[in-house]
């Protein structure tokens, strides 16, 4: 896949719809939802500008990092397992994107 194919792809129109809503739900436990958004438009961004390989990587290493490798917490519901389970999957694509 392309960087533009994933932007386009519906696991990434999925994310754009639920990330805000596990804001919501879970950020006053799990503050580092808020970065992972901001790392999450980071990396959309990123991929629409075309940024060099090396950037993308150190994105998505460090939204590796704030996850725990996407470890999902144990009070959190099915939307929020859902978002990790779909950006885990983004940050293979990417690694994998030509």
Known sequence: MTYQEIVNSSDVKELNKILPVVQ???GSNHPEIYRVQEIYTDILKGMKLGKSNEEMTKLL???K???GNFTVPADVCATFCRAYELLAKLT???SKAD
């Open 24 to 26: 919501r739900a879970h």
């Open 92 to 94: 293979e694509e990417i």
């Open 61 to 63: 290493n460090e939204l």
């Open 65 to 67: 990092s704030i996850t």
